[in-house]
């Protein structure tokens, strides 16, 4: 009786023991299918992922500093493309006013119809035609009374204008006028002056200047 009991129990617990292996072992088939799964999956995940790539850099997106920088430049006049001519000597022009003493520079146009004079002052002006349309002004001998003009002057660091004069005070009166070829520039006492074909003289001082022919005029 004690041998069949000792037998039994024996089976009994190679019986628990085979349970438990057997458990363990579908549990770490469990566990490892699992595992393989998870790696499939993050596997397939990566190779899903589009390739991170940097945005390619345009070289017309890089700005240079130096071109930014805006460049110096005398201020935007009328026909400042009309000063573009040779420079004159202009000791060919230059002559000194006997009753003051002071420097001048006395030019007339090729057409012998427009005269200049050049001071430190200003730029006066008188021709022999001036336009039609030229302004009624206060008249040269002071009074309140209007009449044509016939002078144009453009006083330095200030517009232009016409107005009238009683004399030939922008007349050279020592000597003979030389002539300013067209297209070329007299540069002089902080003025500019050139002789055009169409458009007369032209002149300027910084930002003023003046322009007058025999058919229109211009001041600014």
């Known amino acids: 009786m004690t041998y069949d009991r000792t037998m039994n129990l024996l089976r009994a617990c190679l019986a628990v023991a085979a349970i438990i292996t057997l458990a363990g072992c579908g549990s770490a088939q469990q566990s490892g299918g699992e595992s393989t799964v998870e790696s499939q999956s993050q596997s397939t995940e990566k190779s899903d992922a589009a390739p991170s790539t940097a945005a390619p850099t345009k070289n017309s997106d890089i700005v240079d500093s130096k071109s930014t920088k805006k460049k110096e430049s005398k201020p935007k006049t009328p026909f400042a493309e009309h000063f573009g001519g040779p420079k004159v000597n202009k000791a060919d022009f230059h002559e000194t006013l006997l009753y003051s003493n002071k420097e001048a520079y006395y030019f007339q146009t090729p057409s012998e119809v427009h005269y200049c004079m050049i001071t430190s002052e200003e730029v006066g002006c008188m021709s022999h035609r001036f336009p039609a349309d ?7 001998d002071g009074s309140n009374e209007q009449q044509p003009a016939n002078a144009v002057r453009l006083p330095a660091g200030k517009k232009g204008e016409m107005f009238a004069v009683s004399d030939v005070a922008y007349y050279n009166h020592q000597g003979p006028t030389t002539v300013l070829e067209y297209g070329k520039v007299l540069a002089v006492k902080g003025f500019e002056c050139t002789a055009n074909k169409e458009l007369g003289v032209i002149c300027r001082n910084n ?3 003046i322009q007058f022919s025999s058919k229109k ?4």
Do not use: K, Y
């Open 207 to 209: 930002s003023h200047g």
């Open 217 to 220: 005029h211009t001041e600014w």
């Open 134 to 140: 030229v302004p009624m002004v206060r008249a040269a």
